[in-house]
């Protein structure tokens, strides 16, 4: 997955705004206790991350 493709799917489920708000303020444990943001700068692959928000919003498996 590319990060384009990650940012879309956010915004999809998020909003245009509130995606990037959730990225930079939303801790997940699964990301090592990180934000989307930090996993993401600290080159965290955006596949992974993208599972770790799936799992956080609880979006349907066809999502994933």
């Given amino acids: 997955m590319?990060?384009?493709?990650?940012w879309?799917?956010?915004e999809q489920h998020l909003?245009?705004?509130y995606a990037?708000?959730?990225a930079s303020t939303q801790v997940l444990g699964e990301l090592g206790s990180r934000?989307?943001?930090?996993?993401l700068?600290?080159?965290?692959q955006p596949k992974t991350v993208w599972r770790a928000v799936?799992?956080?919003?609880e979006l349907p498996d066809r999502e994933r």
């Fill in 2 to 6: 590319r990060h384009s493709e990650f």
């Fill in 8 to 10: 879309d799917r956010m």
């Fill in 15 to 17: 909003g245009l705004g």
């Fill in 20 to 22: 990037q708000v959730w």
């Fill in 35 to 39: 934000t989307v943001d930090e996993a």
């Fill in 41 to 44: 700068a600290s080159g965290e």
């Fill in 54 to 57: 799936w799992a956080s919003l």
